[in-house]
């Protein structure tokens, strides 16, 4: 397994602002991603951070709003951009060592848009 | 595309009995991971179990253990010697070699009674 942290591990923010979420992981990592839990939800998909490169997001999900960035095999961020109360969830970063295995989460990241 | 499908919103079962958490899926794969996570309050996604397709043996982990039929896709989770700490959500999730993609069912909330 890896070790994997998140920050901020809890914010507010106001309407109209942007976030960016931060996930850190102890070792290189071949397959990153990010999913959002609404409140009493399950997890959703938003996309699989590449490294090098664009992310792939999943249907419902774009770029301008959740722009994604993953300079290295061990680190990626997501921005919620122009936030509205909808936006409101836990965010949370998930690796897998390679592809086809096991995926392992990070603490997630409980935000509160006001 | 995958679904995965819990009935059980919630269950309750007695500290020390026994409990099965009930899960099944559609897909038109013969290859995939199937998996079982908990989530406490503390939100954390802990992985408890995994099962490969492909192996007949049902995984075991200490106290939990799975009923995985293929051909009826069903997937379920038993929990031997319930304990304080086992209360949580508990998802079930497929796995997609093609795509690595993680689909989630909608969770179970499990109480545990002292």
């Known amino acids: 397994s890896a070790v994997i942290s998140q920050k901020p591990s809890r914010d507010i923010c106001q309407r109209g602002t942007s976030l960016t979420i931060q996930c850190q992981v102890d070792s290189q990592v071949t397959m990153m991603f990010w999913y959002r839990q609404q409140p009493g939800q399950s997890l959703t998909l938003i996309a699989t951070a590449n490294q090098g490169s664009e992310a792939t997001y999943e249907s419902g999900f774009v770029i301008d709003k959740f722009p994604i960035s993953r300079p290295n095999l061990t680190f990626s961020t997501l921005t919620v951009s122009n936030m509205s109360p909808e936006d409101s969830s836990i965010y949370l970063c998930?690796?897998?060592?390679?592809?086809?295995?096991?995926?392992?989460f990070g603490p997630g990241t409980r935000l509160l848009v006001l | 595309a995958q679904t995965v499908t819990q009935s059980q919103p919630e269950m309750s079962v007695q500290e020390a009995e026994t409990v099965t958490l009930s899960c099944t899926y559609d897909?038109?794969?013969?290859?995939?991971?199937l998996f079982w996570y908990k989530q406490p309050p503390s939100r954390q996604m802990i992985l408890v179990i995994r099962?490969?397709?492909?192996?007949?043996q049902n995984a075991t982990e200490n106290r939990f253990s799975v009923n995985f039929q293929k051909a009826a896709k069903s997937f379920s989770l038993k929990i031997s010697d319930s304990q304080l700490g086992d209360a949580a959500m508990y998802f079930c999730a497929y796995l997609d070699f093609g795509n690595e993609k993680l689909t989630f069912g909608t969770g179970t909330r499990l109480t545990i009674i002292p």
């Open positions: 998930s690796v897998a060592i390679r592809r086809g295995e096991t995926q392992y």
């Open positions: 897909t038109s794969e013969s290859d995939y991971y």
């Open positions: 099962q490969e397709a492909y192996k007949q």
